[in-house]
């Protein structure tokens, strides 16, 4: 078996780290992961630094012959260099209104809703916020109800949505979509009136390119 061509910087549970694995799986693609320890505050440290001067995951570097080998950083332009360099499947429609509407909706999820209850944010407001653990909990709950709702309007109204969140083949926004919704669960946070969202994920699910990115299937996760 040959190395993989990939050197991926990731923790277990975060959703960012989920829609990269998520990709690498569709496209067959390898990486050979590195753990960055949130919890321990590695990506704080030095050598992380180095990497991603956000101390942010995921970075991805591509160790193919020939090619620069610095890290490439969000996620979201992580999915969309996979698509330049390995076409098939394709993760954006080839028509640019499609194109334009996938980005659209996956930016509400990965920039809108996700930033918002990372682990520097929760360490934010807990350390200089006030915040205690039931007001954490509130926040998180509702960022992902509004992200969410709003998510879920789109998909129910406009004619574009099908089996997928566009069309019927699985794009950007199905692996935001479903980043969102596997770290919900982690956290035990429900949405309501989402029958949308949830149809489309338990398809997802039914994917193995995103069973095999479950995080409770990723080294360093907690024993079920």
Same mark, same amino acid.
């Given at each position: 078996m040959t190395d993989p061509r990939f050197e991926l910087f990731a923790f277990w549970r975060t959703s960012a780290t989920y829609r990269v694995r998520v990709a690498l799986n569709l496209k067959g693609l390898a990486a050979r992961e590195r753990l960055i320890n949130l919890d321990a505050g590695e990506q704080r440290g030095e050598a992380f630094l180095r990497v991603n001067p956000l101390g942010a +995951?995921?970075? %991805? *570097?591509? %160790?193919? $012959?020939?090619?620069?080998h610095l890290p490439l950083t969000q996620s979201l332009a992580i999915l969309e260099f996979l698509d330049d360099i390995h076409a098939a499947p394709p993760l954006l429609p080839a028509d640019p209104h499609g194109r334009a509407r996938v980005r659209s909706l996956a930016a509400m999820l990965a920039a809108d809703t996700h930033p918002l209850i990372t682990a520097r944010i929760k360490g934010y407001l807990t350390t200089k916020g006030?915040?205690?653990?039931?007001?954490? &909990?509130?926040?998180?709950s509702h960022w992902f109800t509004t992200g #969410?709702?709003?998510? $879920?309007?789109? #998909?129910? /109204? $406009?004619?574009? /949505?099908?089996?997928y969140c566009h069309g019927d083949a699985i794009t950007t926004a199905d692996i935001c979509l479903a980043s969102i919704i *596997? *770290?919900?669960? =982690?956290?035990? +946070?429900? *949405?309501?009136? +989402?029958? /949308? =969202?949830?149809? =489309?994920?338990? #398809?997802? $699910?039914t994917h193995e390119a995103f069973a095999?990115?479950?995080? !409770? &299937?990723?080294? !360093?996760?907690?024993?079920?």
């Amino acid at each position: 078996m040959t190395d993989p061509r990939f050197e991926l910087f990731a923790f277990w549970r975060t959703s960012a780290t989920y829609r990269v694995r998520v990709a690498l799986n569709l496209k067959g693609l390898a990486a050979r992961e590195r753990l960055i320890n949130l919890d321990a505050g590695e990506q704080r440290g030095e050598a992380f630094l180095r990497v991603n001067p956000l101390g942010a +995951i995921p970075a %991805l *570097v591509d %160790l193919a $012959e020939g090619q620069p080998h610095l890290p490439l950083t969000q996620s979201l332009a992580i999915l969309e260099f996979l698509d330049d360099i390995h076409a098939a499947p394709p993760l954006l429609p080839a028509d640019p209104h499609g194109r334009a509407r996938v980005r659209s909706l996956a930016a509400m999820l990965a920039a809108d809703t996700h930033p918002l209850i990372t682990a520097r944010i929760k360490g934010y407001l807990t350390t200089k916020g006030g915040f205690d653990d039931a007001a954490w &909990r509130a926040w998180q709950s509702h960022w992902f109800t509004t992200g #969410l709702q709003a998510f $879920e309007q789109r #998909l129910a /109204t $406009e004619p574009a /949505t099908g089996a997928y969140c566009h069309g019927d083949a699985i794009t950007t926004a199905d692996i935001c979509l479903a980043s969102i919704i *596997v *770290v919900m669960r =982690i956290f035990k +946070i429900d *949405v309501p009136d +989402i029958p /949308t =969202i949830e149809r =489309i994920f338990a #398809l997802c $699910e039914t994917h193995e390119a995103f069973a095999r990115a479950e995080p !409770g &299937r990723q080294v !360093g996760a907690p024993a079920a």
